[in-house]
């Protein structure tokens, strides 16, 4: 792999998507990794990232200079840039000039920038700046703020920028950063979705063996994905089951029982758990307890559906033994699973995972995006429908009445939800948006006036958010038409609610879900 060393900066998933989108497979590793450790995993290349620290703040990571002797290309960014210049001798300085923002460079020479615009825009974001390049390196660009905006040396195979490469706001830096990739370290762009899709499946095959398994469904891309793969990889040993936790919404359930069977011919399982689940949850208000027993007994149902898999087989000694998820990279990042990250919210399918799991977990999507798994999806002959699909989280409607879960709640909630969803696809908006969550807010009340008379209902909240991947999100500008027209009808048609907010907050500060 390329190896994203992450010396805490935001952008370390964003340069590991990057780098994927080159066609080249990375992973994030945190900057305490040893330099015997990164030679062990044997890299194609290293990334430094930027950072939130100058490398003469106390306490700033380190870079370990013997990184240097191993013939490993390395590529530096903005603090990795910096870390890079000091450890192979070059100075780095407080030029007093800051650069935040957009800011333009001059480019001159070298391969990285070769062929680009002599003066192009880039994203900035340092204090420190590097005066002067290590030897061995030729300086390839420079702004106002940064006399060594770039340096390459291509006989080591070393180069670095201090700008940031990975944020769209560099429209060149996904090239600079294939240069690097291709042209300076050499290596090939062999990261397809048919080779990830070969590469996955065989995993599969070899941690099942000649075991059984089964795939909780969730109507997503994630789990429909999945279970493709692994039916793949052990065919009829797998077999799907579809929980209704009564958390779902208008129509799902067909969806899943319908789609998924025709595209995949998947043998499939429906449990009707909509008692058991809400039953769990009632008087339960805190958003990790949801999740903890959303999670949990989703695994309780799998459980009881396993004598159901197996069916005669079970008095022969036959076992289930793995149960297939479809955990992606953010999932396990936000988990508090990553590299040192905060755990911001348990994810039903990792952190809400209960002690006593009795599967051993079969993830093949665990490192992906979800660009590359709906990639996957298209090379396993998945349709438009599952593959194209926005995400809905597994815990469902659950997460999405803020108070506690009850069947007429979930009755508004779903009313409202549909409502939107036909409003925006009708609109053409589906393919702009990446979700868009429906909110109740179950305990707010506030007062209106319908036909002449008060009211005293709820609020639904409309949280539509544009993302890559949602590690961050921003919220979309819907026309105004679409959004009155959500409003009219949510306020006209449901019951018990008088009133439709708008959520503009980006990620961060707000998550895309409101629990
Ligand atoms: P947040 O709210 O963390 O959401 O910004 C990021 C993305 O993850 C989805 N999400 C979940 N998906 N199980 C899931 O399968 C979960 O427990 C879960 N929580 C959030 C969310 O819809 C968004 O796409």
New binding site residues.
């Given amino acids: 792999p390329v190896l994203v060393v992450d010396f805490g900066a935001q952008y370390a998933q964003l340069i590991a998507r990057r780098v994927r989108e080159a066609k080249v497979y990375s992973e994030v590793i945190p900057h305490t990794t040893t330099v015997e450790e990164i030679v062990a995993k044997n890299p194609l290349a290293v990334v430094l990232s930027g950072g939130p620290s100058s490398v003469y703040a106390d306490g700033a990571p380190k870079l370990d200079p013997a990184l240097f002797d191993h013939d490993i290309p390395v590529f530096g960014i903005c603090y990795g840039f910096q870390a890079m210049a000091g450890a192979l001798g070059g100075t780095v300085a407080e030029t007093g000039t800051r650069e935040y923002g957009r800011t333009d460079i001059a480019v001159s020479g070298g391969l990285l920038h070769d062929g680009l615009p002599a003066t192009q825009p880039v994203w900035m974001s340092h204090g420190d700046a590097v005066t002067e390049a290590p030897s061995g390196f030729e300086v390839t660009a420079t702004s106002d703020g940064a006399p060594v905006a770039a340096f390459e040396d291509r006989a080591r195979k070393l180069a670095g920028v201090q700008y940031h490469p990975e944020v769209l706001h560099s429209p060149h830096g996904q090239q600079v950063l294939s240069r690097f990739l291709h042209e300076i370290a050499g290596i090939p762009a062999a990261w397809t979705a048919s080779n990830i899709a070969d590469a996955l499946i065989e995993q599969v095959r070899e941690q099942v063996g000649d075991g059984h398994a089964i795939c909780g469904l ?1 109507g ?1 891309v ?1 789990s429909a994905v999945a279970a493709a793969l692994v039916q793949r990889a052990i065919g009829d040993r797998l077999t799907c089951v579809f929980v209704d936790h009564g958390l779902m919404r208008a129509g799902e359930r067909t969806q899943v029982e319908q789609d998924f069977v025709a595209a995949t011919g998947a043998r499939l399982i429906t449990v009707d758990a909509a008692d058991t689940f809400i039953g769990e949850l009632a008087g339960v208000t805190d958003p990790e307890t949801k ?1 903890k027993i959303i999670g949990r007994e989703f695994i309780r149902s799998f459980e009881g559906a396993v004598s159901d898999v197996l069916g005669e087989n079970a008095s022969h000694g036959a076992t289930v033994d793995f149960l297939v998820q479809g955990t992606l990279y ?2 396990v990042v ?1 988990s508090g699973g990553g590299t040192g990250t905060a755990n ?6 990792v952190g ?1 995972l209960p002690e006593d799991l009795q599967f051993k977990l079969v993830e093949p999507l665990r490192l992906l995006f979800k660009d590359e798994v709906r990639a996957v999806g298209r090379e396993l002959g998945l349709p438009e429908e599952i593959v194209g699909r926005q ?5 469902g409607l659950g ?1 999405r009445i803020i108070g506690e879960v009850t069947r007429d709640r979930l009755e508004i909630l779903r009313h409202a939800d549909s409502i939107a969803r036909e409003e925006l696809t009708s609109a053409g908006l589906d393919g702009t948006i990446w ?1 868009c ?1 429906v909110v109740l807010l179950a305990d707010v009340r506030s007062v209106g006036v319908q036909g002449d008379g008060r009211t005293y209902g709820h609020p639904i909240v409309l949280r539509p958010v544009s993302s890559e991947d ?1 590690m961050t ?1 921003d919220w979309t500008r819907l026309p105004y038409e679409t959004l009155e027209r959500i409003s009219t009808r949510i306020t006209n048609e449901v019951a018990d609610v008088n009133r439709v907010v708008l959520d503009v907050t980006s ?1 961060p500060p707000g ?3 409101w629990e």
């Fill in positions: 969730s997503g994630d999740r953010p999932d936000e911001i919210k348990s994810h039903h399918n809400g995400p809905f989280p597994g815990p997460i979700q969550p949602a999100a990620k998550t895309i879900e």
